[in-house]
């Protein structure tokens, strides 16, 4: 059964710091993983997908790298700023399931103070 | 940008009252998803559905609820007589056809969710 841990629990930089966000899941016969932001009282927004055959992914400020061999993911957030202030779920596929059920973890809450 | 749009968003309802939830998935997706999250929890995967049809569910999702797309827009979630530990957010998501997007890479689109409170 697909788990997906992720630390540390919250996080707080000051702005400008360079930080990473970390994501490891225990089946590693994924085809995909994706990383979601969560504001309060919000929805969830798609950030990245890396797919299997990737090894990373960017957007932007945003580097995400994928490990299979060793179920790790990480998050690599540039030049943090204090809109970046938010929730950050990874999410790996559930092993057997369809691609829409995604196994989260319990995400990483980032604080970036001015 | 295309959104996925959820209602109400927020209801307090009675323990053992029925509640619907409301969405309307992005108009050209053909799959569409519930999750939910406990306060404080992770986010739990409750159901997909495409072409008129549940594909999968979780052990959640047992008799107390329903999906359905009554009308070719909106997609609802019922539960019919509601528990103390119903209460949740409730996230609705819709993704493309997988195929599209390399891969089967099948990227969700999440609705601001719907926050359920069992009294």
């Known amino acids: 059964k697909q788990e997906v841990t992720q630390i540390p629990a919250a996080l707080s930089v000051p702005e400008g710091e360079n930080l990473v966000l970390n994501c490891s899941f225990t089946?590693?016969?994924?085809?995909?993983l994706q990383w979601f932001r969560q504001d309060p009282g919000k929805g969830l927004t798609s950030l990245l997908l890396?797919?299997?055959?990737?090894r990373e992914q960017t957007s932007g400020r945003l580097n995400a790298s994928l490990d299979k061999s060793s179920g790790r993911s990480t998050l690599y957030i540039a030049a943090s700023q204090p809109g970046d202030s938010a929730t950050y779920l990874c999410a790996a596929p559930h092993y057997g399931g369809s691609q829409g059920n995604l196994i989260f973890g319990k995400g990483t809450k980032l604080s970036v103070k001015p | 940008e295309p959104e996925v749009t959820q209602t109400p968003s927020h209801q307090v309802t009675q323990m053992g009252q029925e509640v619907i939830l409301r969405c309307v998935p992005i108009?050209?997706?053909?799959?569409f998803y519930w999750y939910r999250q406990i306060l404080g929890q992770k986010v739990e995967f409750l159901v997909s559905f495409y072409n008129n049809e549940i594909s999968e569910k979780s052990e959640i999702f047992d008799d107390q609820f329903s999906v359905e797309r009554p009308d070719g827009s909106n997609f609802t979630l019922k539960i019919r007589s509601t528990k103390l530990e119903d209460s949740a957010m409730y996230f609705c998501a819709s993704s493309v056809q997988p195929g599209q997007g390399g891969s089967g890479a099948n990227v969700l689109t999440f609705g601001a969710g719907s926050r359920l409170t069992v009294l």
């Open positions: 089946d590693s016969a994924i085809y995909n």
């Open positions: 890396i797919q299997s055959s990737q």
């Open positions: 108009s050209n997706h053909l799959y």
